[in-house]
């Protein structure tokens, strides 16, 4: 039992980290969004240090890490478009279709994957819903460009590099992102200095890759 469970706690963490998303869909569900994020963030985070470190990686590990990735950021994508409705509502579906499909590419061994990851998404949403509620502004249009920014970055076959998530290859610089994304949690002032460099980051890595592209092209 001790052995199963050292063998598959990769694998346990990933899963945990998508089980309480259920709260989301609670009358009052709303209202867990922002630390879920964080927790799915960490958790998704945890299971891949541990199964570096633990040396216990596996194919499996890994479809099911992708497997949970998508199941998380759908649900938390739709309940924050199913929230806020409208126009917000339709580009979570989008997203939530870009999602899909990013995640199923990648259980493909063999597919070169570029673009942005899916959690990269649930930062920026995270950061949006922090900053509109510092500044008491309406998040509803800045999310729709998030949103479909985003999905046009994970439908992207280029390689974004330069995003600060991607540039993290220790397990202590994956602890402090994660670090980060609590601190902007618990003390919202720091909030908008965090947001900019994920954002600014994100945008330089979006459109550097759109750039290359056109260079591709061209030749």
Known sequence: ????????????VSILGVLPLALLYLDDGYQYLLPLIVFNNVMDDLDGILA?????R?????????VCDAVAHVAITLALGVHFGGVVLVASIVASGAVILRATSRLNPDTLSGGSPTNELMRHLLFVLLLSNIFNINPDYILVVVLFLNTISMSSSKKMTAMIRSQAKTALSVVLINVSLIVSLLLPISAPYIAIVFFTTYLYAFFASKSANNNIEQH
């Open 52 to 56: 570096a470190k633990l040396n216990i």
């Open 1 to 12: 039992m001790i052995h199963f469970l050292f063998k598959n706690s990769a694998n346990i």
């Open 58 to 66: 596996s194919r499996f590990g890994a479809d099911l890490d992708n």
